[in-house]
Every structure is written in C-alpha cells, then in structure tokens.
C-alpha cells in the first residue's frame, strides 16, 4: 500500500493572496503516473495527474492535478470552497500529521 497525497491551492483574486492550500491523503495499490485521470468527490470531471513525486522519507507519493488551483473572486467565495472541499474529506495542508 502507498500513501498519495494531492494539494489544490485556493486563491482569493480580490486580495491576490493564497486563502489556503487544501490536502486530501489515501491510499492505493495503484501504480499512478502523469497523464492519468484522478476522480474526487469535490470535483465536476476527473483532473489529469501532471506530475508524481516520490518521498523515500515517509514512502509517500505526491500527485500534481490540473488544475491544482482554484480561483475565488473574494473572501467569502474562498472560505466557501474551502468548506466544499472539507464537506468531500479534504482538511488544510497543515492539518495533516
């Protein structure tokens, strides 16, 4: 079993400023690699897996997904899509062990 970790950065356009990044870990048997499609709850359509790192310090990998960032035009739209992906099992990056 390998752990896999997927970021997806919220920005608010009014401030320009990173509002939080958003981080959803699980696990899978799956040899994952760029140009797969990754499909979550939180989303519309599936998004296509850009990149794949592997951390030999904690066996993790971490998946880059197009897009990996989701653009709000104020503050509360941003705090709302912030609770949308908490609703679908994602918490804040620096909530995670």
């Not at 979550?40 to 897009?67: F, Q």
């Not at 104020?74 to 995670?96: D, I």
């Amino acid at each position: 079993m390998m752990k896999v970790v997927v970021d997806v950065a919220i920005v608010c356009k009014a401030t320009n400023a990173m509002h939080k990044t958003m981080r959803k870990e699980f696990d899978t048997e799956a040899s994952l690699v760029p140009g797969m499609h990754l499909i979550d709850s939180m989303w519309k359509k599936e998004r296509e897996i850009t990149g794949v790192t592997y951390n030999p310090d904690d066996s993790s990998l971490y998946l880059g997904v197009t897009p990996g960032l989701e653009e709000c035009s104020t503050r509360e739209a941003a705090a709302e899509m912030e609770e949308l992906y908490r609703s679908a099992g994602w918490r804040a990056a620096n909530e995670w062990d």
